[in-house]
């Protein structure tokens, strides 16, 4: 007779979808996801933004977190245009994004209509198809730069939506959460968070205007405010940037973004 009690069955990492775009907020999203067990389905899209280096970024990051499988997933916004991203309309640089500017609650071009609503869609299709009830997203509510769909309040209605739209939501099998679990931390609590996590911010692209060889601008609103977050955060960004960055944003500290010079 064995005396030896059984082995419990390990217990299946329950299924998540991630939005990963190859930036700094959803690679951290995506570390968060992986260190709370989820079998990660990440998805991308490829929606005719500008540049591709934010989606080599993307499948780069998402071989080495080994998720379960990556999507990346075409649409063409430039049919639509109307944003900086998807259409011939200059980037804008150099912008003073302090909260007391007088462009500071002014909706920058750079916002793509609609696109967090389309991605999040997207999501909620695949999770439907995964089984997932978290569906996980980089929206941040502080450190950006005024996109309406970054908002808690949004979120939570698409929420209300989701489950009222999805055949498991209607059920009851399944229900949705949209996961923003950095929508109220500051850029530079991100990255320490990130930093904890062992996020190898390296791999990610967060400029709206990066050079040929994918080097970033330094100037756009997206590269500010990460230079303003590793700032904040006592780190160095391990990026290259196109020039060097010895300036010092209005109301930031000093930028200690890596230059290629």
Do not use: W
């Not at 690679?27 to 990440?42: D, N, R």
């Not at 498991?168 to 530079?188: C, H, M, N, Q, S």
């Not at 990066?210 to 977050?229: F, S, T, V, W």
Request: charged share 20%.
């Amino acid at each position: 007779m064995n005396s030896q009690s059984p082995k419990s069955p390990q217990r299946a990492e329950p299924p998540a979808v991630v939005l990963l775009s190859g930036g700094l907020d959803s690679t951290t999203v995506l570390a968060i996801a992986k260190s709370e067990g989820f079998a990660v389905h990440a998805l991308t899209f490829r929606y005719g933004q500008r540049h591709s280096a934010e989606i080599d970024a993307a499948k780069r990051i998402a071989s080495r977190a080994a998720v379960r499988e990556h999507h990346v997933v075409d649409i063409d916004l430039t049919q639509f245009g109307g944003s900086a991203l998807t259409a011939d309309i200059a980037v804008p640089k150099d912008r003073d994004l302090t909260p007391s500017a007088a462009g500071a609650k002014e909706i920058p071009v750079t916002y793509v209509p609609a696109r967090n609503t389309i991605f999040l869609s997207y999501a909620l299709a695949l999770a439907e198809v995964t089984g997932s009830s978290n569906i996980f997203i980089g929206v941040n509510a502080l450190d950006y730069s005024g996109y309406p769909d970054c908002r808690p309040e949004y979120i939570k209605a698409f929420e209300r939506m989701a489950n009222l739209a999805t055949r498991a939501g209607v059920e009851g099998k399944t229900r949705v959460v949209i996961r923003t679990p950095l929508i109220a931390l500051t850029k530079a609590a991100i990255i320490k968070l990130g930093a904890s996590l062992g996020v190898d911010y390296s791999q990610t692209a967060s400029c709206y205007d990066p050079g040929r060889n994918g080097e970033a601008c330094g100037r756009c609103d997206a590269c500010q405010l990460r230079l303003k977050g590793f700032s904040e955060a006592g780190l160095e960004d391990p990026i290259e940037y196109a020039t060097a960055l010895d300036r010092t944003p209005a109301g930031g500290s000093p930028f200690a973004g890596k230059a290629k010079r």
